[in-house]
């Protein structure tokens, strides 16, 4: 089954590997975020764009979707979504259910009153970048079958989209006395509004520096999540070089520590210059000038 529409929606091939599509992912989402992106159409792009990478983000739905489109990644074959942000796992139901029929057609027996385990859930819990990289505490309301339910739910440090925790027993109501049913929190996570991006546990930053720190060199108060750090640039740095500062990144959601944060640094070149900036920046012309070996031509 030649399924691309979502490969087409993060604008990358079907043979992209992981990284690729992590990457197409962030640059997407945060070009179309609502709260970065007020055009007509752009939060639906968001909307297309995060469905997309839900599915292809891990390998096991991706290899689902890559043989049995949409529904496959879903866990079952047309799963109707719930109210309160959750939505029922699979389309057939319990798998033990199917066990049961192949028992009864093979000679097993079919016990319609033993117990039964409840349908699971899903909840879609939004982050901001913060909120992802620090964790934190949030009551959630949902429906489960039986009327509104609270639980408290504790984020772990370091999640990303599309990541899920597990809660025991905290779906439907069970058949026959059967187990509840568990409730998969599955996150998605804004992109910052302070410029970082991630890849894992590490943050990267894109800071502007202006000629004469780039020639000179400087020290200068950078942002991290942690707070703003300070930054000793060289003299004679060039654009794109990246700074790393150990242990200023996200934590490792499994294992210890944290992640670094990198510096890009790109130099910003100013689009007007006053009367006493163009003098100066033509005198050092005239002295750079000065110092080259002249040709044949220039003697002439």
């Not at 502007?208 to 020639?215: E, G, H, M, T």
């Not at 794109?240 to 990198?262: E, S």
């Amino acid at each position: 089954m030649n399924n691309t529409e979502f490969y087409d929606r993060l604008g990358v091939e079907k043979n992209a590997s992981q990284d690729d599509i992590k990457k197409a992912y962030r640059k997407l989402s945060k070009k179309y975020h609502p709260d970065l992106n007020h055009d007509a159409g752009a939060e639906e792009k968001y909307k297309e764009v995060q469905e997309a990478f839900e599915t292809l983000g891990t390998e096991q739905k991706r290899a689902q979707y890559d043989q049995f489109g949409p529904a496959g990644a879903n866990g079952g074959f047309g799963g109707q979504g719930g109210p309160g942000g959750y939505q029922q796992q699979g389309g057939f139901g319990d798998f033990s259910d199917l066990g049961d029929i192949f028992s009864q057609m093979f000679g097993g027996g079919f016990d319609p009153n033993r117990p039964r385990k409840g349908q699971d859930l899903q909840y879609r819990m939004h982050l901001s970048f913060e909120e992802a990289v620090f964790g934190k505490e949030e009551t959630i309301k949902f429906n489960r079958g039986d009327g509104p339910h609270e639980i408290k739910v504790t984020v772990p440090a370091g999640v990303e989209t599309g990541q899920q925790m597990r809660l025991s027993e905290q779906g439907e109501a069970g058949a026959n006395g059967g187990p509840r049913g568990d409730l998969f929190v599955v996150f998605q996570v804004s992109p910052s509004k302070d410029g970082f991006e991630r890849d894992g546990a590490d943050i990267y930053l894109e800071q502007a520096i202006d000629f004469v720190q780039a020639a000179l060199g400087t020290e200068m108060q950078v942002k991290s999540v942690h707070g703003d750090v300070n930054l000793k640039i060289p003299a004679g740095t060039q654009t794109g070089t990246r700074f790393r500062l150990r242990g200023k990144g996200a934590p490792r959601l499994r294992g210890t520590g944290h992640g670094d944060q990198y510096v890009v640094v790109k130099l910003d070149v100013p689009t007007k210059l006053n009367r006493d900036q163009k003098k100066a920046l033509e005198a050092y012309q005239e002295a750079t000038d000065g110092t080259k070996k002249k040709s044949f031509f220039d003697k002439l």
